[in-house]
DNA sequence: AATACGTGGGC
DNA sequence: TGCCCAAGTAT
């Protein structure tokens, strides 16, 4: 058994940090969209459009989800097509469905009345225990630690904690050294403070060590090893999957076809991806009609013509296919015409591959 | 516990 | 370029 040792701080010096902290969040926190009130909706909605994707990034979509649906009763109402057209391009879609079934969850399980503790929060689908602490801290002033990216990194510098944030059971350690620091009257302003810290002065690159409002409480950058913290095991590079992709032309457009209802992009429509195998495809138009039932004619592959795509833990490398359709007998496949391909839900590969046809 | 799940930006 | 990151959750 290894001590794993990290600085503690005394009640004086906890005091001492609340009050720094705060000070500093009260004259410079983020002018943020969902910051203007603490409507439990709202800061759902933020949350989990904030989870693993950047503020620069969520400010337009959110402002333009809160615009279609305003209210708890509109998400958990809205038609799919409707919801992912704000949400596409956003990434991890699931997220999109989930908030859709907490919504509702919310409407007819609690009649539109938002539980208040992180525990019950935790029941909604999507909300796992960073989200239920953050909306039960902001909303509801339950004096819950938010355990985000940020938290990890600010803790981890300030006390040189040097467990592995990779590892779950990291989160219950910091979870409990939070507990005893974070201040109980102001907990969602202490999480959210913890936030901006880490975005800005204790930033995961070129942090502003000695210009830090808290830079008398942080171990690690007195000591000039703040880079080394939080420790963090690295994560297998992607995978790299070679696809065909077709590029299969109808009279007034494309051949698409509708992804499988489960797995890495959803339901999405897409033109049709074939995993190049070891054993290499003898005729693309035998495969399609044998596999698919759909007819090809024409099937040219180009050596110029090349995507990658990177996802979190796949590349995708993709070798298009021109050809044109003659026929098809599958409900899987649709017919979309150039104009459509402008205004469909589209993913963001999706999207990179009509940048092609331009 | 380990892996699936997107995207865009920075260096 | 390739790698890492950015307010995690579900399984």
Redesign the pocket.
Known sequence: MIAISYIEWSDDTIKRFRKKLLTWYDENK?D?P??KDTNPYHVFI???M????????VIDYYLKFIEAFPTVFDLAQAPEDKLMAVW????????AR?MQAAAQQIVFDYKGQWPKTAKEL?K?????????C?IASISFGEVEP?I???A??VFARLLKIEDDI????TKTIFYDIVKKIIDPNRPGDFN?AI??L??SYM????PLIEQSPVYEFDASGQDGTCLNYPV?T??????KIPYYGFIIKTSEGYLMEKRPK?????NFLMFPLVKKTLTEIESFENYFKSNYAVEIKNAQLSDDLKV???????QWQISLVVADLVAFDNSNFIEVTSEELDYLNL??????MNKILA
């Open positions: 983020r943020l969902w910051r933020s949350e989990i904030l989870q693993q994707t950047q503020v620069n990034t596409q391009g956003l990434g991890y879609y699931s997220r989930n935790e909604l689908k999507g909300i796992g225990p960073y989200t239920s953050a938010a985000d990216g940020n990890f990194r990779a590892k779950p059971k959210q936030m901006d880490g975005s930033r995961a690159k070129n963090k690295k994560k297998k590079p992607p995978q489960t797995g890495i992009l959803a990658i795509h990177t996802f979190t833990h796949q993913s963001a590969l999706q999207k990179k």
